[in-house]
């Protein structure tokens, strides 16, 4: 699909364009095709003679394949943007192709980020100047959208760390906060790759020296927004990892009472065992052997010896 978008009176207004014809009779400031076919490309080549690579959302990461400028003024950039969707955090390459003034940006699949800005831009007058504003405003928008998503961690990991620390910990309960620790670790590191080649693409658009005063100072303020940013995800992870040490401790201190039961139990049956064996010895001259009242004996024996190790273990308080 082909959005178009148009500035009128400070205003953002949005196109679906469905052919070539459509195509030609407007102005645009920003085109954007959201998993395009082959005949929107070549819509895309013809009117403006831009080349959209096949290769443009390949997930290279050196900086030479993702942050260029082509001989005849195209600039290249390849960006990571997030989806949290609850269900599958992932983060999405976006290739942005910068020429004569219009923004191209390629993907596969509609961002929350470009959401945003479509909104902020029809209902804020003069959000957006040109093109280039076009691409300051959606990294603007995606430091607030991952500062949206860290506080959301920050809200998983409290309601985590309110089951873990102040309730009694058993198996499930622990082997459910281990799974929500883990998706929130992988939302915080997917985030914090967000941050960083966020602010990779933004240091490159600063020394092409392409952005005019104004604009290469709200880039310096949203950098000043990624650092912060990186900031609160160091503190996530080092949160996320006492978690997972406090979880993982409860499961081993469980598993120790497990085994510390099997153990007296193991100890407390020697002397039973001990007795039957002697007693079990078929040897002809035995003292007890015609005794009346040998067997009882043995029981009686047995489970004293049994009562013994288990009354001596209460008082140490093993069986606690």
Known sequence: MLNVFTLANGRLFQEEIESLDALSRVTPVWVDLDAPTAEEKGWIAHHFGVTIPTDAVDDDLEESARFYEEDNGE??????????????????????????????????????????????????????????????????ADAEYSADALEGIYDSLEAVSARVLKEKVNDQVAGEALSAIAREE????????????TRRALSFMMRSRMLN????????????????????????????????????????????????????????????????????????????????????????????????????????????
């Not at 992988?186 to 080649?197: A, K």
Request: proline share 4%; glycine share 4%; hydrophobic share 50%.
């Open 213 to 320: 005063a104004e604009q290469f100072d709200e880039a310096r303020q949203i950098l000043r927004d990624m650092d912060s940013l990186d900031s609160h995800s160091t503190f996530l992870f080092d949160k996320v990892n006492f978690l997972m040490n406090a979880t993982v401790g409860f499961i081993n201190i469980n598993q120790n009472n497990i085994i510390k039961i099997f153990s007296v139990a193991s100890v407390a049956l020697l002397p039973p065992t001990l007795i039957a064996s002697i007693y079990g010895m078929n040897f002809r001259f035995m003292p007890e052997l015609d005794w009346a009242l040998g067997y009882p004996f043995a029981l009686g024996l047995m489970l004293m010896s049994v009562a013994a190790p288990f009354i001596y273990f209460r008082r140490k308080g093993w069986l606690r």
């Open 75 to 140: 600039l290249h950039i390849r960006s990571d943007f997030l989806i949290d969707d609850g269900d599958k955090p992932r983060n999405v390459r976006v290739a942005f192709i910068l020429h004569h003034n219009v923004l191209f940006s390629v993907h596969e699949e509609d961002l929350p980020v470009f959401r945003l800005l479509r909104l902020r831009a029809r209902r804020i007058p003069a959000l957006i100047e040109d093109a280039k504003d076009v691409l300051l405003k959606l990294y603007d």
């Open 186 to 197: 992988d939302l915080n590191g997917r985030i914090r790759r967000n941050v960083m080649d």
